[in-house]
């Protein structure tokens, strides 16, 4: 039961796959992305780039907010826990969330552990920024992945960053003999039959997205091009002169991403992109929590 | 034979592994172009339905797409896709291309905690794994629509005509029965 429970929630990130994930605020934002063809909503009290900003410890969404959300859209709904929060995933369970994101963008609850995502019947998404950090992930019980890039900044260097170092992990665990896949599963410090499944499929057990600094359509197929298969857009939207003709231009984007003529189209007269920060201007980096 | 697999968004690659191990060529439908290729059925994946449908009408696919199901073209909608064809989805402000003459009712079976998978028959056939993924459900049919499965007393297989949909996702499974019964249908326009 608990194992049909995990395949189930592994199938909805499937249904995901060729979309976008908007972060969100209030119902409002909510309805603006669904319209705009947003696959799911992340609801958030307050988008990366304004939890940066504001500084303090970041925590779970008021459940008032979230329900609001769940209420004005048909599309999935997730929310963010912190990191080994389990009492708050417990609480986006009671909520009937369909997907928790256990958070580097929210301050960590604990330094060693993440939650034991088996225990839940709801599904989890986690961040990782390389291959044994996604196996570490799933084999907690997470049945989606996402890049961690840097949230918060509409800066794609980190997402870029880590969807091709775990690319390319992938294909040197694909390239392996058999039996130096012991030594690698100890090197990554994972269960050897996640390090198998690699080298058999040549992919994640399950979906994998990019997320952290997408902001234009074009970032958005680069991660698709770079073989994510699909996008989070946190602060990219909301954070833009126009969120309605920005979030519609990257579901599309997404859905063409190898075609550079619609991706010409669509990028055109969108208004201001996020302003963004530099990597290198920033003092936090929330790619370090959680590993 | 080829069979068109709407790939806009979500489990389409599915459909297409699907195909392959029955021995089907498919292509992948991503704009307007691709409706033109020679297809001798069309298959709408799971997703999310308003996402597909927003992107059917930017992309000024939605035309083209309800012309081919109407002209007669073999087509096959699970869960999203079968509430793009259904002529009224009842719990939703509005219905998507309208070619097919049920009431579908959206996340039926509630958020992704009601999802769930059943053992049940098609057509006759008994024991093919359905999996529902915040699944719809048909509320009722009308004439000429052939109910083909059944689940606790609710309608979540039909077929009218040339429109084949399912409510569960049979491209998860390995069970192709409910691809071989489609074919046949392409088949069977092909003559």
């Known amino acids: 039961m608990k194992n049909e429970r995990y395949e189930l929630n592994k199938e909805l990130a499937q249904m995901l796959k060729g979309g976008v994930i908007m972060d969100v605020t209030n119902a409002e934002q909510a309805k603006i992305a669904q319209e705009a063809g947003a696959c799911a909503v992340m609801a958030l009290e307050r988008i990366p780039a304004d939890i940066r900003a504001a500084g303090g410890v970041s925590r779970m969404s008021d459940p ?77 019980g997470a ?69 952290g600094g997408v902001a234009t359509p074009a970032d958005a197929a680069l991660m698709m091009q770079l073989g994510a298969e699909g996008v989070f857009v946190g602060s990219g939207i909301f954070k833009s002169g126009n969120p309605a003709r920005r979030a519609a231009a990257i579901v599309k984007a997404v859905t063409n991403y190898n075609d550079p003529k619609i991706l010409a189209e669509v990028s055109e007269n969108l208004g201001e992109a996020m302003v963004g920060i530099n990597e290198e201007e920033i003092q936090l980096l929330m790619r370090e929590r959680g590993i | 034979m080829q069979i068109g697999i709407l790939a806009l968004q979500g489990a389409f690659i599915e459909h297409a592994k699907m195909l392959k191990a029955l021995g089907i060529g498919s292509f992948e439908i991503r704009q307007k172009k691709d409706l033109s290729k020679p ?27 309800k012309e081919l199901i109407e002209s007669g073209m073999p087509v096959f909608g699970t869960c999203a896709g079968l509430l793009l064809l259904a002529k009224t989805v009842h719990n939703y402000k509005q219905a998507y291309m309208q070619t097919m003459d049920i009431v579908a009712k959206k996340n039926a ?83």
């Open chain 1, 64 to 140: 008032k907010l979230i329900k609001e959300i769940q209420a004005a859209v048909t599309i999935p709904v997730m929310a963010k826990i912190r990191i080994g929060h389990f009492v708050e995933a417990q609480v986006l369970e009671a909520l009937e969330i369909d997907y928790i994101d256990e958070s580097e963008v929210l301050s960590p609850a604990d330094d060693i552990y993440h939650v034991n995502k088996h225990e839940f019947k709801v599904p989890f998404v986690c961040g990782a920024k390389n291959l044994g950090e996604a196996l570490r992930r799933i084999s907690e």
């Open chain 1, 143 to 211: 049945s989606m992945i996402r890049t961690k890039g840097e949230p918060g900044t509409g800066d794609v260097i980190q997402a870029v960053k880590h969807t091709r170092l775990i690319m390319s992990e992938i294909r040197n665990v694909q390239s392996l003999r058999e039996d130096e896949l012991f030594v690698k599963a100890k090197e990554l410090q994972v269960p050897y039959d996640l390090v198998k499944y690699v080298h058999e499929n040549g992919k994640l057990p399950v979906v994998n997205f990019a997320a």
């Open chain 2, 39 to 65: 297809m001798n059925g069309l298959i709408l994946p799971g997703g999310e339905s308003t996402t597909m449908y927003k992107l059917l009408v930017d992309l000024d696919m939605a035309e083209k797409v």
């Open chain 2, 109 to 191: 079976f509630g958020r992704q905690l009601g999802s769930f998978r059943a053992t049940g028959t098609f057509n006759g056939v008994t024991d093919v794994t359905f999996v529902f993924i915040r699944a719809p459900y048909i509320e009722s049919v009308g004439e000429g629509v052939e109910v083909l499965a059944e689940i606790d007393g609710l309608i979540v297989a039909a077929r009218q005509k040339n429109q084949l949909v399912t409510a569960f996702h049979p491209e998860l499974t390995t069970n192709p029965t409910i691809h071989k019964y489609f074919i046949k249908m392409c088949e069977k326009a092909m003559k």
